[in-house]
């Protein structure tokens, strides 16, 4: 079994050797790891790199740590000390996540937390350095995150003015929920978190607005391993009830900032889990400014490929699938499929986008249809022979096009899309169902293993 020494004894020699033996931090860092590795000690748990004064051969994370509890106890503490302590441990707690951990393992995260508790007098710079510092100690570190520091988040955030302490606050709750299941359900569970957070979408800041979705976003998230079933749709549920028209609506407010706008269409499109969303969104004005936006900003990458999803979360509902065919989609589909159909992240979110506007609708399949966009999707899978959900996402978007509108199959044939769906087959094996089924419906020749066969007959009686 290994030899193991704690973070202290590592460091106390480092100090030693700094201040008995005058070498320089790095001599004194080399020599301590020399010295260690000589008597067989491992040092996987060791932080090697910490920043140390030179005149102390102290780690100045652990020095502005203690330095901050000591001036919470005096009083009239000067401010800047305060802040200069703050600004160190931000800066440690950058470097990477152990660095994080034995700040808050050293009380640096505790003590945050309490000071924000306790002292009402803070001002907006004093908040915003210990806002920064608590972000960047949670920083990939969610399970600091507790019901005390979600009281006074919540309690920042009722009473944040300030433009970059309302964003840092944000910032907060959004890093508590990355990873980690627990404390987006606590959060959610809190009776007072969308009362305090909902008001800021009536806000005029950019900044604001994108951390307000941005959260909204974190809370919905379903990336925690340790959690078996997580409640991902229940709280985007919750969300879409109590914001998604005021969401929508912001949409026509920001019209002239494509950054936040594609911010927008995203947070609309993670929250629109539900059918009668679908509507609340187009009668929010949604669905009109999404394909003014693709008009507005055809070049914009970011812009069009966030309308395609969002198009596709709102042909959930069949009347508004209906209605979005209807309001002039096609077209601008296929033109910005054209367009920009080298892109292969873009393709694959226009694709899937047709795939679903074209499932069970024989007439928005024929309004596609008419606008050439089969040629467009036969190009984009010769573009991408090597993306397997380019193939894919085409082979369902032909496959429902073609289902129920038998008329065009001799076009999607005429134009060369067997010879590159057998191709597809032949290059991916894994969505082997997906191409059968487009070279089926296309009526085209194709074999289709029998999945199961009884061995024996089977008598039954009628007594």
């Not at 969401?247 to 706008?261: C, E, G, M, V, Y």
């Not at 209807?326 to 694959?348: I, M, V, W, Y």
Request: glycine share 2%; net charge negative.
């Amino acid at each position: 079994m290994a030899k193991v020494i704690t973070q202290e004894t590592f460091d106390d020699v480092v100090k030693e050797n700094i201040v008995e033996f005058s070498m320089s931090i790095e001599e004194a860092r080399e020599e301590t790891i020399k010295q260690f590795e000589a008597q067989g000690i491992h040092l996987g748990n060791i932080i090697k790199d910490l920043n140390v004064n030179p005149d102390t051969g102290v780690p100045l994370l652990n020095e502005s740590i203690e330095e901050l509890k000591r001036l919470t106890e005096t009083k009239d503490a000067d401010p800047q000390m305060v802040f200069q302590h703050l600004a160190v441990i931000t800066e440690e707690c950058k470097l990477s996540v152990p660095h994080r951990v034995l700040a808050a393992k050293l009380g640096a995260y505790e003590f945050i937390v309490k000071r924000l508790t306790s002292d009402d007098k803070l001002d907006d710079e004093a908040l915003h350095k210990l806002l920064t510092a608590a972000n960047a100690i949670i920083n990939k570190q969610p399970d600091v995150f507790n019901h005390e520091s979600l009281a006074v988040a919540l309690k920042t955030l009722k009473a944040a003015h300030d433009t970059k302490v309302a964003c840092e606050a944000m910032k907060w709750l959004q890093k508590a929920c990355i990873l980690h299941e627990m404390n987006r359900q606590m959060i959610m569970e809190e009776n007072q978190t969308i009362p305090s957070i909902k008001p800021f979408l009536a806000r005029s800041e950019p900044d604001v607005i994108r951390n307000t979705c941005t959260l909204f976003r974190y809370l919905i998230l379903d990336d925690d391993i340790r959690v078996e079933f997580g409640k991902a749709h229940e709280h985007a549920r919750q969300l879409a009830g109590e914001t998604l028209t005021e969401i929508t609506q912001l949409l026509t407010k920001f019209k002239s900032d494509p950054d936040l706008i594609s911010d927008l269409m995203l947070t609309i499109a993670s929250l629109t889990v539900r059918n009668e969303f679908c509507q609340t969104v187009e009668e929010a004005g949604g669905l009109k400014f999404i394909l003014d936006a693709m008009v507005e900003f055809p070049d914009s990458m970011k812009i069009i490929r966030e309308a395609c999803k969002l198009l596709k979360a709102l042909a959930g509902n069949d009347t508004v699938k209906q209605h979005i065919i209807q309001c002039g989609a096609a077209p601008l589909l296929e033109s910005a499929l054209n367009r920009h159909k080298d892109n292969e992240t873009f393709a694959r979110h226009a694709l899937a986008c047709i795939s679903t506007l074209a499932l069970r609708e024989p007439n928005n399949s024929k309004v596609l249809f008419e606008t050439g966009i089969s040629e467009t999707i036969i190009q984009t899978m010769k573009i991408h022979p090597k993306s397997k959900i380019i193939q894919r996402n085409a082979a369902w978007a032909v496959r429902n096009m073609v289902s129920r509108s038998r008329d065009q199959c001799d076009t999607f044939v005429a134009q060369g899309i067997e010879d590159v769906l057998n191709q597809a087959l032949a290059d991916h094996p894994s969505i082997t169902q997906d191409v059968k089924s487009a070279l089926r419906d296309l009526g085209c020749k194709v074999h289709l293993n029998e999945e199961w066969k009884a061995t024996s007959e089977i008598q039954i009686k009628n007594d």
